[in-house]
């Protein structure tokens, strides 16, 4: 099993910026893709971006010229630098875990852990 713990997230004005990290332990953090999704009240869940140990990243087209994802293999951390926040970024974002068997993982249901999520709340 893989635990996820995401931190980082709060309130913030439209225009600044945010950075949530994504703390992996259990079995093989390495031997995941480590994704991040976020969901708004009302909204369907929506992948944010996603990387593996080697440095292969996915990301949302709309959102990738603002959003940097990272990865941190020594500390077991991925990062998410959200720039340019605005109140349409405001949700809940969740880190989660897919087998690297697979390739550029992009749907929920291809991810088996989850983290409890941390909460972005951007005001205009």
């Known amino acids: 099993q893989v635990q996820l713990v995401e931190s980082g997230g709060g309130s913030a004005q439209a225009g600044e910026s945010l950075r949530l990290s994504c703390a992996a332990s259990?079995?093989?953090?390495?031997?995941?893709?480590i994704g991040w999704f976020r969901k708004s009240v009302g909204g369907d869940r929506e992948a944010v971006a996603t990387?593996?140990?080697?440095?292969?990243?996915r990301n949302t087209p709309s959102l990738k010229d603002r959003f940097t994802i990272s990865r941190d293999n020594q500390k077991n951390t991925v990062d998410l630098q959200m720039n340019n926040l605005t109140p349409e970024d405001t949700a809940m974002y969740y880190c989660a875990a897919a087998p690297r068997s697979k390739w550029l993982p992009f749907r929920a249901d291809q991810y088996d852990y989850w983290g409890k999520g941390t909460l972005v709340n951007i005001s205009s």
């Open positions: 259990g079995s093989t953090p390495s031997d995941y893709w």
């Open positions: 990387i593996d140990t080697r440095g292969n990243i």
